[in-house]
């Protein structure tokens, strides 16, 4: 059997969870399957050099665009799909994913589960663990093959990055299928760091839906000042207009690490998780204790959040003798 | 221009989730059932593109409380509203319900259908991408722009890491919208009192023509705490205790 693993990249930069679904790939590849990855992009050249651990590479190459749409993508993965006939295809859960995997699904017919953290396989069925309701069910599914995965970024240890050897590389002109597309990439506007840069940040105070309401986050901007720390927002904060969009933690923000993560009203959706999981300190206060926030914390708290930045804003004022 | 867009009920985000005594789906008895969030910003970019150039927005709602919803959209300023009949007490599955709105699409003349780019309960496939397919229409997912002049859409898609890539495509289309241009807004009492007496059409559903995509065998609840410490629910004792983590870690003071 192929399992076909989808890679990414932009401009010239490789996505770091390309070698995740490679290493998806490989650990229910069993002897005599083939794990063949699928590149599209401007970057071959960052490709063959990375996806070693696959057993083959199939590489559209593109020249005129620095990011290929995902109609574009799926066409190209298409093609793929009818010459190799493989029995899996494991997406990303990206932007691009988003697009590629029901896409995929709906022209083949083929079962697809989002949101995977776990695969096994049993001959010609999988077992999946899925997560729903913002990570706070997990679903186990079975599925039989062919079908379509989209993974969690995270959910799979990196393959180990090395070049794959160039007879092992195909190519494929991406170029006319991005001539002929109907979705044309038209700018790429990459965010100015001048004034924050949360990825940098040594500690972060972060409010979630929890805060309430825009003039809540003064209070806890407040705190974030007497911690030296960077205030931070969740999705629906930002979403809601209350946090400037640099200030958006979590997959469509900025993935940080700081010393400190304080996570204040913050429920932790998976892809809130995916991007501040790796601090080395997360507090996170939540009246609610099954949020999944509490599953990455160091120290939780269910206590009321504005109780709790008014007892710590008076004691760090005590404590710095203003 | 011609806007469908797809308003899903699923369970509220920040009620707690039972497991039914079936163990394969939620106990739904005594959920709150509130628009999944990315709906209600793909209705705001409808009224949003409506007041911008001219558009008949029709607001599809599937799922229970749909007809509160629709009444809601209306007060916002959908020019009409049609609940689609769903299976009671089964959670919306976009891989069943993208027949019925590519259905609905074609039936309704619509140039652009918008919908939320995820919902809660969409583990079998997101609902652009399955409707843009079925339909033959480009899909865009991830969006927090759409700017229409005449039939060509500019559309902003959210990459990651503040990354934005801004896309041209053709009217029809169909666009999974993370992020309204506006915050969705709020609507009035009166309003909504005055839109309680549009109408709301009947819509049955079509067979989703899929394959089931996975059974689902259990539920479960993720393993809670990890390996954290539960500095429990007073304000003043865990205020004390973080106190002295921090500054024990050096971190209380720049």
Redesign the interface.
């Given at each position: 059997m192929k399992l076909i693993a989808c890679t990414e990249g932009?401009s010239s930069k490789i996505e770091a969870f390309s070698l995740e679904m490679i290493a998806a790939a490989r650990s229910i590849a069993q002897a005599g399957d083939e794990v063949v990855a699928f590149f599209a992009g401007r970057d071959a050249e960052g490709a063959s050099a990375s996806f070693g651990a696959a057993d083959r590479l199939i590489v559209a190459r593109a020249t005129k665009s620095d990011?290929i749409?995902?109609?574009t993508y799926a066409l190209l993965l298409r093609d793929v799909i009818t010459a190799e006939s493989p029995g899996l295809v494991l997406v990303p859960y990206?932007?691009n994913g988003?697009?590629?995997?029901?896409?995929i699904?709906?022209?083949t017919?083929w079962?697809?589960?989002?949101?995977v953290n776990e695969i096994k396989r049993h001959g010609e069925s999988l077992?999946?663990v899925?997560?729903?309701?913002?990570?706070?069910?997990?679903?186990?599914?079975?599925?039989q093959l062919p079908?379509i995965l989209?993974i969690n970024p995270g959910a799979f240890a990196e393959a180990a990055p090395g070049a794959i050897t160039a007879v092992s590389v195909q190519t494929i002109d991406a170029d006319p299928a991005l001539t002929s597309?109907?979705?044309?990439?038209?700018?790429?506007?990459?965010?100015d760091y001048a004034d924050v840069d949360l990825t940098t940040a040594e500690?972060i105070v972060c409010v979630g839906?929890g805060i309430g309401d825009e003039a809540s986050i003064d209070l806890a901007r407040n705190l974030a000042t007497m911690?030296?720390a960077e205030i931070a927002g969740s999705r629906?904060v930002v979403?809601?207009?209350w946090l400037p969009?640099?200030r958006?933690v979590g997959?469509?923000?900025?993935?940080v690490k700081p010393?400190?993560y304080l996570a204040l009203g913050v429920?932790g959706a998976p892809e809130h998780l995916e991007g501040m999981s790796q601090a080395d300190?997360?507090?996170?206060?939540n009246t609610?204790?099954?949020a999944?926030i509490?599953?990455?914390?160091?120290?939780?708290?269910?206590?009321?959040l504005f109780?709790?930045v008014?007892?710590?804003s008076?004691?760090?004022r005590a404590?710095?003798g203003r | 221009m011609n806007i469908l867009v797809v308003l899903r009920m699923i369970p509220d985000s920040a009620g707690e989730l039972q497991l039914a005594e079936d163990g394969r789906s939620i106990d739904r008895e005594w959920l709150d059932f509130q628009l999944n969030d990315f709906d209600d910003h793909a209705l705001e970019e409808a009224i949003l593109l409506k007041e911008a150039g001219g558009a008949k927005v029709t607001a599809v709602a599937v799922g229970e409380g749909a007809n509160r919803v629709l009444q809601m959209a209306a007060a916002r300023g959908a020019d009409e509203v049609v609940a689609l009949q769903s299976e009671e007490d089964a959670m919306i599955s976009s891989r069943e319900i993208a027949a019925s709105i590519a259905a609905m699409a074609r039936a309704k003349s619509a140039d652009l259908v918008l919908c939320g780019v995820q919902s809660s309960e969409d583990v079998f496939g997101q609902l652009a991408p399955y409707v843009g397919a079925l339909l033959d229409w480009p899909h865009v997912s991830g969006t927090n722009r759409i700017v229409a002049n005449g039939a060509v859409l500019r559309v902003t898609q959210e990459r990651g890491a503040g990354v934005a890539v801004t896309y041209e495509l053709a009217t029809p289309a169909v666009l999974g919208v993370q992020t309204a241009s506006k915050a969705p807004r709020y609507v009035s009492g009166s309003k909504l009192r005055e839109a309680s007496k549009t109408p709301i059409g009947r819509a049955t559903p079509e067979s989703s023509g899929f394959e089931r995509s996975a059974e689902i065998i259990t539920l479960r609840l993720p393993v809670q705490g990890g390996s954290g410490e539960n500095l429990g629910g007073n304000a003043e004792t865990v205020a004390d205790r973080l106190v002295s983590i921090l500054a024990a870690k050096g971190l209380a003071r720049n």
């Open positions: 932009h990011v749409p995902a109609e990206s932007a988003l697009d590629v995997a029901a896409d699904a709906a022209r017919g079962p697809l589960v989002s949101y077992t999946i899925a997560q729903m309701y913002g990570g706070k069910i997990l679903a186990e599914c079975e599925m079908a989209m597309g109907k979705v044309k990439m038209v700018a790429i506007d990459v965010p500690r839906r911690l030296g629906p979403d809601n207009g969009k640099l958006q997959k469509s923000g900025q993935k010393k400190l429920s300190l997360i507090i996170a206060v609610d204790p099954k999944p509490f599953n990455v914390a160091h120290y939780g708290a269910t206590c009321d109780d709790l008014a007892n710590l008076d004691r760090l404590g710095s | -």
